[in-house]
């Protein structure tokens, strides 16, 4: 089955720093991964997808992400952070049957302070 | 361009009481899914509605059931309700032809069983 694991369950970094927030992946076949931001109280708000081609995929708000097949890892990075990017972020996996359902990771909160 | 619009936002409910959740989809398009999300965990499929039929389902029980109108809106419906379905449910539309993944969230209903 498709899943994804995002091993820490929150990051920590100050404004103007990099981030990156981890997500690793396990699937059959070519994967389809995703990164998803969510606010609070809020629903999910799509940020970038990877599907095929280059390995560093840019997104939306300044995040990119980098796919990395030998370490079957999807890594959301951003170069410079900025307090508003506060947020639980999700890493997802299209599953292999299609029709467009997801398989999300359990998030990783993203805390940045001034 | 409205997007996914849900309603209603919060609502509590008492064990064995039924619920109704609806959902209009994204200007366009013409599927819908639902996903559950405890507190602290990622977003679980439910299952999907594409030409008013349920195409996909996830672990849940017969309790969830749906539907899907002609004019693509859908509803979930959960019946005799547990403490342990106290979430918040996240309806996303896509476009079925586009078969990228990419799914375009509603900001939730929040239920509380008490």
């Known amino acids: 089955a498709q899943s994804v694991a995002q091993p820490e369950d929150q990051v920590n970094v100050a404004e103007g720093n990099p981030l990156t927030v981890k997500c690793t992946y396990s699937?059959?076949?070519?994967?389809?991964l995703f990164w998803y931001v969510q606010y609070p109280n809020r629903g999910l708000q799509f940020l970038l997808k990877y599907i095929t081609g280059d390995n560093l995929v840019k997104g939306s708000y300044g995040f990119e992400a980098e796919f990395n097949k030998s370490q079957t890892s999807f890594h959301l990075k951003k170069p410079s952070a900025l307090v508003s990017d506060s947020a639980l972020y999700f890493c997802?996996?299209?599953?292999?049957?299609?029709?467009?359902?997801?398989?999300f990771g359990t998030g990783t909160r993203l805390l940045v302070s001034p | 361009d409205a997007g996914v619009t849900q309603s209603p936002t919060h609502l509590i409910k008492t064990r064995g009481q039924q619920v109704t959740l609806r959902c209009s989809p994204k200007s366009g398009h013409d599927t819908v899914s639902w996903y559950q999300q405890a507190l602290g965990q990622g977003p679980q499929f439910i299952f999907q509605y594409y030409e008013e039929e349920e195409r996909q389902r996830g672990n849940f029980p017969d309790r969830f059931s749906g539907h899907q109108f002609p004019n693509y809106s859908s509803e979930l419906n959960v019946n005799a309700l547990l403490l342990g379905d106290s979430a918040l449910y996240l309806c996303a539309s896509s476009l079925m032809g586009a078969d990228t993944g990419e799914l375009f969230f509603g900001e939730g209903s929040r239920l509380t069983v008490l």
């Open positions: 699937v059959s076949g070519n994967p389809y």
């Open positions: 997802a996996v299209r599953d292999i049957k299609g029709f467009q359902k997801l398989v």
